[in-house]
């Protein structure tokens, strides 16, 4: 039976006719590269012939336009070679600019009915067999229609037609199981149906039409039914089924009203007959192109691979070949939008952040113990028998520094007076910050009181420096971000300049976190 008819014009697919199941994009893909030599340098004139998988090829040239028909491998070259030259006529005939034949006209609805026609002029066959009594006659009376042909006083034929496709249904009522006219009947056939009674079977009688299909019509499809269904238990078919070893078999009951449908699906499947392709489906290809206008292409996308796959499922090239065109399209925007974001993204300039201004009061954390701080006191206060501490001192404090040990002490560094001991003063836990006007010292450290520790004479000159502007670079990468040592020294210039006065190691971690927050907000 005829499955497939394309047309192409300079290497590039023009029209597609599908009958049944055959190639699909894929596969004609492949035999494309099989034939190109043929369409690059054609041959006029000569229809060629090749078996490609479970089907048959024929191809054949006139002009610039290049002819494909697929067939079941039971056809012969005979009658092809004809039906090729009247399609090309035809083709010719209707379509002079040939890129025209895909739109909407008289000459398109013509040339559909007669490729139409060609395909019930082939005559394809579906052959009757099986031991006599099993029900053949009341299947051919079943499926038949239109008028009946006799040829002969034992073999009859009529026309079956299935979602527009056409065949000729033959009974053969030879009461001789074993007759030789067997052969000749099955031969040629598209489908050869072996038809058997459940209920009253032979093996031996079987087995002989199994090897008449296979000597005589190998390349036919073959559909085995068991009728009379109803007159078997469930057990029995169980034991059929063993009895024959044929494990694919259908069970029917030729008398029950649905038997007719269920005989349909049975021949739709084992031709592999393309079903028709939903009556919607132009309508939801055009509700995904409104998606894209919409601006909501990656659920245009979804909907394109999605009806693909239904395409792909009932075989129907043009849809596929046009959804899989759309499909690419679409991705090769989707790919260039996202790359210009990208871009964006690297070239946007980066925002320095604005000045830090604390709004609630800043306190300094408790220091360890009492008897590990010095404390700056103004050098009017003391008195060199007995240093004292007046409560306004307390005020003037330069620095706090850990001591290394309980009676070492960290001195400050002055280059005008002289050292001298000092008792450690006791202060409270937690200092809270004063104004500028309270915290500046009035008068220099008296670093004379320092002068009997020579250790102390070493430490000052290896004060502990740290850098701001490398810590809090530091920080903020800890914390995920980043930010160069040009701006995180910008950005410590003007934390100065926000508090009026030296900034800590605590001022740096507040302005990290501070810096984090801000540019995860943004």
């Avoid at 067997?182 to 009253?200: Q, T, Y």
Wanted: glycine share 2%; with cysteine.
């Amino acid at each position: 039976m005829l499955r497939q008819l394309h047309i192409f014009l300079e290497s590039e697919l023009l029209f597609v006719k599908d009958y049944a199941m055959a190639l699909g994009n894929d596969e004609l893909n492949n035999v494309k590269k099989i034939i190109q030599k043929y369409i690059d340098m054609p041959m006029p004139g000569k229809t060629f012939q090749r078996a490609v998988s479970t089907f048959q090829i024929f191809h054949r040239a006139s002009g610039n336009l290049y002819f494909l028909f697929i067939t079941d491998l039971v056809d012969s070259l005979q009658y092809l070679d004809e039906t090729m030259i009247k399609t090309i006529d035809k083709f010719t005939e209707l379509f002079p600019n040939p890129s025209k034949v895909n739109e909407p006209s008289n000459a398109n609805n013509e040339f559909n009915e007669f490729l139409n026609q060609i395909q019930k002029d082939l005559h394809s066959k579906i052959a009757l067999i099986g031991p006599a009594y099993a029900g053949k006659t009341t299947l051919y009376n079943l499926l038949r229609r239109g008028e009946e042909k006799i040829h002969m006083d034992f073999a009859k034929t009529s026309t079956l037609e299935i979602d527009g496709i056409s065949f000729d249904i033959w009974d053969f009522q030879l009461k001789d199981n074993f007759s030789l006219l067997w052969s000749k009947f099955v031969r040629g056939s598209d489908l050869v149906i072996l038809l058997f009674n459940l209920a009253n079977y032979n093996l031996r009688m079987l087995d002989h039409f199994l090897k008449l299909h296979k000597m005589e019509s190998s390349a036919s499809k073959l559909l085995i039914i068991g009728n009379k269904r109803d007159l078997v238990e469930d057990g029995d078919i169980r034991r059929i089924k063993n009895e024959l070893s044929i494990s694919d078999f259908e069970e029917i009951s030729l008398n029950v009203p649905a038997a007719k449908s269920e005989i349909y699906q049975h021949i739709m499947k084992a031709l592999s007959l393309r079903k028709k392709i939903p009556s919607n489906f132009p309508e939801l290809i055009k509700n995904a192109d409104d998606l894209i206008l919409e601006r909501k292409k990656v659920q245009a996308l979804a909907s394109y691979k999605e009806l693909l796959n239904i395409s792909k499922s009932y075989h129907n090239i043009i849809y596929t070949k046009a959804l899989e065109k759309k499909i690419n399209e679409l991705n090769l925007q989707l790919k260039e939008e996202s790359e210009k974001r990208k871009e964006f993204d690297r070239t946007k300039e980066f925002e320095i952040a604005k000045p830090l201004k604390f709004t609630r009061r800043v306190t300094v954390k408790p220091l360890p113990s009492p008897d590990s701080s010095v404390q700056s006191i103004n050098q009017q206060s003391l008195t060199e028998e007995k240093p004292t501490a007046s409560p306004e001192s307390l005020k003037d404090l330069v620095s706090f520094q850990k001591l290394d040990k309980e009676k070492d002490l960290k001195p400050i560094k002055s280059q005008k007076s002289k050292l001298k001991i000092i008792k450690p003063i006791s202060i409270p836990k937690q200092v809270t910050k004063e104004s500028k006007a309270e915290t500046k010292p009035t008068a220099k450290m008296p670093m004379e009181l320092f002068g009997q520790h020579e250790k102390l004479k070493e430490d000052i000159r290896k004060p502990l420096v740290i850098d701001f502007t490398k810590e809090l670079q530091k920080l903020i990468t800890q914390k995920g971000s980043s930010l160069s040592l040009k701006l995180c020294e910008n950005l410590i210039t003007e934390l100065e300049k926000s508090l009026e006065r030296p900034i800590t190691l605590e001022d740096i971690e507040l302005a990290s976190n501070f810096f984090v927050k801000q540019e995860q907000m943004t």
